[in-house]
């Protein structure tokens, strides 16, 4: 990287980023990170600034005003916004996409599109605007079926309907009752797919790919996959049954001919790509792309990265990836969310927090927070669904499942849940 210093602005207020401000506050690149709007976790390692993510006028505003150098979008809807276009027009560097490549994430109906136009592998599926057209389609092809809102849903407008009234409940809720907002005014239904679920990531830039790193998400709220869909409750890193060598592979089938796809296109793209993917006993099927770290994935992946985060997004955002090396410790990592009472519904929040500091002083273990705030008091609150990410790594998995949760353990509030089966399958 030829800048010996830089002043960097983070933009988010959850888990991820949290372990991204605490990653980057390592480079001994960085002189300043201002994080907005930040969480009292991100306030620990840079200046939080009260702009919200999405408010891209003010993010340009700010930055231009701080001289800054890179800004490191965290989370999805200001890069669907245009966030990378306003960077670009003020001439300030952005590790993430623009609008237009970002509909890769902002549109589930866009990604079925270069899939099939790439050759991708993927569920077969079509994309309705009408609920009667969805619902005969549902009783041509069967359940179970997938009905998922088109637009962006944080993670949570995905149905996997075991019955054909389960899916056709679904259709309703996200395009007649508005479940899902403006996302589910169209959906797309998708086959089934059944195997392991696994998240492939990688820095991207133009028809360029380096491999980051994998890791499995437990979305459900409930021990052993039951429940709804949530943001995401835990996840482990590396997963079980899919190595290095998985790895490369997959980002030679999921991850660059949709690059060049995009650039044929006209769109290319830039930033990190999230491949959602299905293990099965074909070979792995592209469930979805999302155009950035993933939550709670970022948090347990982060915890192995070896080398300085800060010069590969700089690269990345200049598109100069093939220079920049990207390394990670051989260890495991596993991430369990500790939730508000009531989510993924609506979260009873105000609730004070303690034993934060207990578990970060166990070895091994760091906590990030995400859906967390100060009282009149001072004291640390519940202030969102997924409040709490307790991280930890270890030689094995059950090392680091352990150490995980004594890190739970250690912490509580009136309300609080969590999954008990984080990284089982991965032993």
Same mark, same amino acid.
């Given at each position: ?15 991820r980023?949290?372990?991204?401000a ?6 001994p ?8 709007? #930040? ?125 054909? =009234? ?42 360029? =790919?380096?491999?980051? #790193? ?27 049954g ?28 830039r ?91 166990l ?28 991280c ?15 890190g ?20």
């Amino acid at each position: 990287m030829r800048e010996k210093t830089m002043r960097v602005l983070l933009i988010g207020s959850g888990g991820r980023e949290h372990a991204l401000a605490a990653t980057l506050a390592r480079s001994p690149h960085l002189t300043a990170l201002f994080i907005a709007p #930040g969480n009292p976790g991100t306030a620990k390692h840079g200046v939080n600034v009260a702009i919200g993510a999405e408010n891209v006028p003010a993010l340009i505003t700010f930055a231009k005003e701080q001289a800054i150098d890179l800004i490191v979008p965290g989370p999805e809807a200001p890069l669907v916004a245009g966030l990378a276009d306003a960077c670009a027009k003020a001439e300030i560097a952005c590790a993430g996409p623009t609008r237009a490549a970002a509909r890769l994430e902002g549109s589930k109906s866009f990604t079925k599109e270069i899939c099939y136009a790439a050759g991708i592998p993927t569920a077969q599926g079509e994309r309705f605007t009408s609920v009667d057209a969805a619902l005969t389609y549902i009783q041509e092809r069967g359940a179970p079926i997938v009905v998922k809102a088109d637009g962006l849903a944080a993670g949570k407008g995905v149905v996997v309907a075991q019955t054909l =009234a389960e899916a056709e409940d679904a259709v309703h809720d996200m395009m007649t009752q508005g479940s899902m907002g403006d996302a589910g005014r169209s959906v797309v239904i998708e086959d089934c797919l059944v195997g392991e679920e696994v998240s492939l990531f990688a820095f991207c830039s133009g028809e360029t =790919a380096t491999l980051i #790193g994998a890791a499995q998400d437990h979305k459900r709220i409930g021990d052993g996959d039951t429940g709804p869909n949530t943001g995401g409750m835990g996840a482990v890193s590396p997963p079980r049954g899919f190595d290095r060598a998985a790895q490369e592979q997959a980002l030679d089938v999921m991850v660059r001919p949709m690059l060049k796809e995009m650039v044929r296109r006209g769109t290319p793209f830039r930033g990190v790509i999230f491949a959602g993917l299905m293990l099965t006993d074909a070979g792995p099927q592209l469930i979805e792309y999302n155009v950035r770290f993933g939550d709670p994935e970022a948090q347990a992946l982060l915890l192995r990265l070896t080398s300085d985060l800060l010069p590969a997004l700089k690269a990345l955002a200049d598109g100069q990836l093939d220079a920049t090396p990207i390394t990670f410790s051989d260890q495991a990592s596993i991430s369990v969310v500790m939730a508000a009472q009531g989510y993924p519904g609506k979260a009873l929040t105000g609730v004070v927090i303690s034993g934060i500091a207990d578990a970060n002083a166990l070895k091994d273990v760091t906590v990030f927070q995400a859906g967390t705030a100060k009282n009149a008091a001072g004291e640390l609150v519940v202030a969102g669904g997924r409040v709490l990410s307790v991280c930890a790594v270890g030689n094995t998995v059950q090392e680091a499942r352990d150490k995980a949760y004594a890190g739970v353990k250690a912490i509580s509030w009136d309300g609080a849940q969590w999954r008990t089966d984080i990284g089982a399958r991965a032993l």
